[in-house]
């Protein structure tokens, strides 16, 4: 018979054979596939040196293993953080607008760039802010942190220049409050940020097609627990 344990057995070996994604510049506190969907990626601490990152425009760099992921970077301006409710606001209460759009990359390197002193949370020449990374290649949010420390007019070394921003080439649309109801819906509550954006600009039609998921998905986990009884 199919119990709970084997059927939760099955999802782990199934995601953990896949290889997920990589934070590849800024270099990426740790890379550990199974904690993958942990909050940063289950590197909860701050590293003990940070990386200088432009405080205008810089490029992150990552590779997916997966055919198409839908990506989206979130930072927190604590020094340091230590869950997902500090990618959400300042520590006077201001909302953190999303680093980049939510967007769309396949498999393989891709890189898009973000402007951190144009977030509007007062960043100046040597903030410090830890950048994650929230990754959906169709298991599951899988997240990486990066901690940087802000530098005006910091030069990235010429081989993480991007040119071919992915963040650009998307069909969604960007920032918080502009997130298209599609797109944050598929990517889930467990980003504070992303779900943040449905309290503004959703309509009732995206609001209902949530419902909709969501009484699906109580369906199926009394479905499973019902076949468990049994
Ligand atoms: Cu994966």
Same mark, same amino acid.
């Given at each position: 018979?199919?119990?709970?344990?084997?059927?939760?057995?099955?999802?782990?070996?199934?995601?953990?054979?896949?290889?997920?994604?990589?934070?590849?510049?800024?270099?990426?506190?740790?890379?550990?596939?199974?904690?993958?969907?942990?909050?940063?990626?289950?590197?909860?601490?701050?590293?003990?040196?940070?990386?200088?990152?432009?405080?205008?425009?810089?490029?992150?760099?990552?590779?997916?293993?997966?055919?198409?992921?839908?990506?989206?970077?979130?930072?927190? @301006? %604590? +020094?340091?953080?230590?869950?997902?409710?500090?990618?959400?606001?300042? #520590?006077?209460? /201001? =909302?953190? &607008?999303? $680093? !980049?759009?939510?967007?769309?990359?396949?498999?393989?390197?891709?890189?898009?760039?973000?402007?951190?002193?144009?977030?509007?949370?007062?960043?100046?020449?040597?903030?410090?802010?830890?950048?994650?990374?929230?990754?959906?290649?169709?298991?599951?949010?899988?997240?990486?942190?990066?901690?940087?420390?802000?530098?005006?007019?910091?030069?990235?070394?010429?081989?993480?220049?991007?040119?071919?921003?992915?963040?650009?080439?998307?069909? @969604? %649309? +960007?920032?918080?409050?502009?997130?298209?109801?599609?797109?944050?819906? #598929?990517?889930? /509550? =467990?980003? &504070?940020? $992303? !779900?943040?954006?449905?309290?503004?600009?959703?309509?009732?039609?995206?609001?209902?097609?949530?419902?909709?998921?969501?009484?699906?998905?109580?369906?199926?986990?009394?479905?499973?627990?019902?076949?468990?009884?049994?």
């Amino acid at each position: 018979m199919l119990t709970l344990k084997s059927i939760l057995a099955f999802s782990f070996v199934t995601s953990s054979a896949l290889a997920h994604f990589t934070l590849d510049y800024p270099t990426s506190r740790g890379f550990d596939d199974d904690n993958e969907p942990q909050y940063c990626g289950g590197f909860p601490n701050v590293a003990s040196t940070r990386q200088p990152f432009p405080l205008g425009q810089g490029p992150i760099h990552i590779d997916s293993h997966h055919n198409l992921a839908t990506v989206v970077a979130f930072i927190s @301006t %604590s +020094s340091n953080p230590t869950s997902f409710d500090d990618f959400n606001t300042t #520590s006077n209460g /201001t =909302s953190i &607008p999303l $680093a !980049s759009s939510i967007f769309q990359v396949k498999e393989g390197d891709s890189c898009f760039n973000v402007n951190l002193g144009n977030l509007g949370v007062g960043l100046i020449n040597g903030s410090q802010v830890t950048l994650q990374v929230q990754y959906d290649g169709g298991d599951g949010n899988l997240y990486q942190c990066t901690d940087l420390i802000l530098i005006e007019g910091y030069s990235v070394p010429s081989n993480e220049t991007c040119t071919n921003d992915a963040s650009l080439s998307s069909t @969604t %649309s +960007s920032s918080i409050s502009g997130a298209s109801s599609t797109t944050a819906s #598929s990517t889930s /509550t =467990s980003s &504070p940020s $992303a !779900s943040a954006s449905s309290s503004s600009g959703s309509t009732s039609g995206s609001m209902a097609r949530r419902e909709v998921v969501g009484m699906g998905l109580i369906g199926v986990l009394s479905g499973i627990t019902g076949m468990v009884l049994l």
